[in-house]
Structures are given as C-alpha cells and as structure tokens.
C-alpha cells in the first residue's frame, strides 16, 4: 500500500469553502482505481495547513491512473481556487508498525 501525503496551503478565509470541495471531491478518488480511503487532517500548529493522506494499491495508480485522468481534473478545479501555494505531494510505504 502506498500513502499519498498532499500538504495544501489554503488561502486565509478559504477553510470551510476548502474543506466542503474536498467533501464533494472524495467520490472521485474512491471511484479511482487503487484508491483505498481518503482523509484530510487540518495542521493544529499551522493555521491554513492541510494534509491530504490517500492511500492507493500501487504508486502507478496515483501517478498515471488517477493523475491522468478526468477525476483528477475535477478535483483540482474544486480545490484549487482555495490554494495559497502550490501543492507539495510525496509518496511513502510502511516500514514498521506496532500491533
């Protein structure tokens, strides 16, 4: 499993506006291939800072499948309008866990 981590900087004011696109935008990704959840974690210390934590089967199905497509677009036009900064996305596997 590959976890997408998506930090979106979101315009001072913009918060609720950002949180409802990404409400209406979650369909998107469950309906794409690989896609197995979606949460958005707002940064305490960080006011504005959001975390976008995806997790996807493969990196090829964040990176080709869901990047190249329709939904992709979809998302951003919902949630790109909220931007302060461009996006900063990475890509992590598990390494260790407890339990």
């Given amino acids: 499993m ?36 979606v949460r958005l974690h707002r940064v305490i210390e960080t006011p504005g800072l959001y975390r976008l934590l995806v997790d996807w089967a493969t990196l090829e199905d964040h990176t080709v499948h869901f990047r190249g497509s329709e939904a992709f677009t979809q998302w951003r036009a919902l949630v790109s309008p909220h931007f302060a900064a461009p996006p900063s ?9 407890s339990g």
């Fill in 2 to 37: 590959i976890l997408e981590t998506a930090e979106l900087t979101v315009t001072p004011g913009h918060e609720a506006q950002f949180e409802a696109a990404v409400r209406e935008a979650i369909p998107l990704f469950l309906a794409s291939r690989g896609c197995r959840g």
């Fill in 89 to 97: 996305v990475t890509h992590s596997e598990e390494a260790l866990a």
